[in-house]
C-alpha cells in the first residue's frame, strides 16, 4: 500500500515542482517584493530595505495610478460588454440558421482568434496611425477633412485599445456561446413553438436560462483576460499619450522595467492579481448559487 501511494505521489511531483517553480514561487517573491523599496540601484548594492505597506499606500495616492485604474475598469467592462453582445448574438444567428458557406464563415469569424498577438498589435497600430487604413477611408468617404489621432490623443488612446481588444475577444465569446447553444435540449425549443412563443420568447425565457452557466463562464474568464491584457495595449499606445491609456498591466511593466522601481511595479501588479481573485470569487459564487 505504501508502494503504491509513494508511486501515485512520485508521478505527480514533477508537475508540483514545475507549479511551485512558475507560479507559486513567482507569487510568493511578487509579494515579497511589493513591500521592499527595491529599485535599480539598491538591488545592485543589496541595501533594499522592508518598508511595510509603504508602497501601497504611495500608489493609492499617485493620480497616475487612479487614473491606470479608472482606465482599466472602463476597458474591461466596454470591451466585456461588447465582446460578449456581438458573441452571444453570432451564437444565436449561427445556431438558428443553415445556409451555405456557414461553416466557412464561423472559421472566417475565428480568425482574429488565431492570429499571433503580435501581428494584431502592429495590425491595429497600422489602423488607428493618422494616415493608416481607418482615417484614409474616413476621408475619402468625405466624412473628415484631416486625420483623426486616434492613438496619439489623451481622449482617443484608451477607446482605441477599446476597439482594438473588442475584436479581438469576439471570436472567443463566440465559440464558447456558440457551444453551449450546441448542447440544449431542441425538445424545449419544439415545446415553445407548439404553444406559439416567438424567436425572442424563446431567447429570453429558454436560452438564456439555460445558458446561465456558460454564459457566467464566459464573462469570468472574459474579465479575466481582459484585466491582464499587456501586449496589445503595450504594442499599440505603450500606455501614451501622457499615461492616458496605460492599464495596470502595462503601468506595472513600466514602473518595472522602464522606470526601475521594482517594488512600485511589483505593487500594482499585486493589486492586479487581488482584483481578478475578487472577480473570480463572485462568478464562483454566482455559479455555486445554481
Known sequence: MLKELRGKYLFILPSLIFIF?????????????????????????????????????????????????????????????????????????????????????????????????????????????????????????????????????TSLSIYSLIIANIWLGIPFNFILLYTGLKGLPVEMYEAAEIDGANFLQKTLYITIPSLKPVIITTIMMGCVFTIKVFD????????????????????SYSLSMEQSQFGLGATVSNIMILLVCLITMFFNFQLSKD
Request: hydrophobic share 50%.
Open 21 to 153: 517553480l512558475f507560479l507559486i514561487y513567482p507569487i510568493l517573491y511578487n509579494v515579497n517584493l511589493s513591500f521592499k523599496n527595491t529599485t535599480l540601484i539598491n538591488l545592485l548594492q543589496g541595501s533594499d530595505k522592508y518598508i511595510g505597506f509603504m508602497n501601497y499606500l504611495s500608489i493609492f495616492k499617485d493620480p497616475i495610478f487612479l487614473q491606470v485604474l479608472s482606465n482599466t475598469l472602463l476597458f474591461t467592462i466596454v470591451s466585456i460588454f461588447f465582446q460578449f453582445t456581438f458573441g452571444f448574438l453570432l451564437a444565436l444567428f449561427f445556431n438558428s440558421s443553415d445556409f451555405p458557406l456557414k461553416n466557412f464563415l464561423q472559421n472566417l469569424l475565428m480568425l482574429p482568434w488565431f492570429i499571433p498577438i503580435i501581428v494584431k498589435g502592429h495590425i491595429w497600430r497600422w489602423f488607428f496611425s493618422d494616415m493608416g487604413t481607418i482615417n484614409s477611408f474616413l476621408i475619402g468617404v468625405g466624412l473628415i477633412n484631416n486625420p483623426i489621432p486616434w492613438i496619439s490623443s
Open 232 to 251: 496589445l495595449a503595450w504594442i499599440i499606445t505603450k500606455g501614451g499619450p501622457a499615461n492616458s491609456s496605460h492599464l495596470l498591466s502595462t503601468f
